[in-house]
């Protein structure tokens, strides 16, 4: 374990579940929580590219609450501000993968830990100290800081600016596809986790390793290592 | 009808049906035609915003083929070269919207009409030359010029550019929510095209009209001409 001196985490999807909110949806509406959740965060994807390209940067909790007023109109449900209220806020309290306090644990005795994601600066430390995972982060990094979301070259370029190491020095670690594709493109050597038997993307790279869970990361480091 | 001097089309989804290439999707893998082309579409959008945001352009021929291999694959399904060069051709056939032949023949009398649109124009040109619409077409504009996919606000620029009106004089006409969302960004008095009762999308524009098929444009063209 030496010449990986980083390892750089996407938050939503790799270390905490997107889909922890579907009960609190099925307290709105019953039985359409999975559906939902599932629109949800395709569109809240779909408008940081859209937002992206057209230089029309609002930042992730806008966003997110944008892509919910979607989802519950295209479903002829009611999408007032109240109860998009509470579904937003629930981004601030999602679960971490069971999995993701130990290893992290584990890690942090050897490597530096951080997070790069998409969410704000509040969003993150929102999410990160309702989890209890503040002690094991050196730096939240937020695409706020450039106002442009993944997969933009820029953004991976805050992990090795911040972080002070050369970006053959991280890992970096996602359970996006795409994400890890772009991860890959900038020059991270590149965990993709594959949770749910996923298909990587066809962007015409393919990520260094792949795990089925984080803990897994513990086995395999060594080897993209060396 | 003074103000508005050209009409410029997307062609993918408004001019033309995508999902026109489901009888032939069907006759590999019987049952399963609409739900692949779905899935096919939705990636193949994907792809253009993820590799317009990596800087990684390809052109949308390949794009298609990826993300039609991806489909494949992920329902674990044959994904060998040759039916995908059989099916990614079919984009080339693709089948104009009923409506399509007659409105454009009629708003030529008094527009000059474009396409500006994903596709390179090897597969633009197949497509109006095989539905017998290249005389009605001033220009067909691809983002191929440029590199980079649609909502980048560069890429509505070339209408003005290669047409030589204002932005302002060029009706854009998109069924696709996020296209449209993205031409009235850049300036343009834009048209939803909205076939199917969709929503549109949560990105802080509205169009200027919304129509539920092309031949509506003839009747309610002068309420926006003013």
């Not at 584990?106 to 994601?117: C, G, N, Q, V, Y």
């Not at 990587?200 to 260094?208: C, K, S, W």
């Amino acid at each position: 374990m030496n010449s990986i001196k980083a390892i750089v985490f996407d938050a939503y999807g790799t270390l905490f579940d997107v889909h922890s909110v579907i009960p609190k949806i099925e307290s709105f509406f019953p039985g359409q929580g999975k559906k939902i959740s599932e629109i949800w965060r395709r569109k809240q994807l779909e408008y940081t590219w859209q937002r992206s390209l057209m230089g029309r940067y609002r930042d992730f909790g806008k966003v997110t609450d944008d892509a919910l007023a979607f989802t519950l109109k295209s479903l002829g449900l009611r999408a007032d501000a109240e109860i998009r209220y509470v579904l937003v806020n629930e981004y601030l309290v999602l679960k971490p993968f069971p999995e993701a306090a130990r290893t992290l644990h584990d890690l942090r005795r050897h490597k530096t830990l951080a997070i790069l994601s998409n969410g704000t600066p509040f969003m993150l430390q929102g999410l990160v100290n309702h989890a209890g995972f503040r002690p094991f982060f050196s730096a939240l990094i937020s695409v706020d800081t450039i106002k442009i979301y993944k997969p933009y070259m820029g953004i991976y370029q805050l992990a090795p600016s911040i972080l002070g190491v050369g970006r053959e020095e991280i890992l970096f670690v996602s359970a996006n596809s795409w994400d890890a594709a772009g991860g890959k493109t900038f020059g991270f050597p590149t965990c993709w986790v594959n949770r749910f038997h996923g298909t990587f993307d066809e962007l015409d790279v393919t990520p260094d390793l792949i795990v089925s869970s984080l803990d897994e990361l513990i086995t395999f480091l060594p080897q993209v290592d060396l």
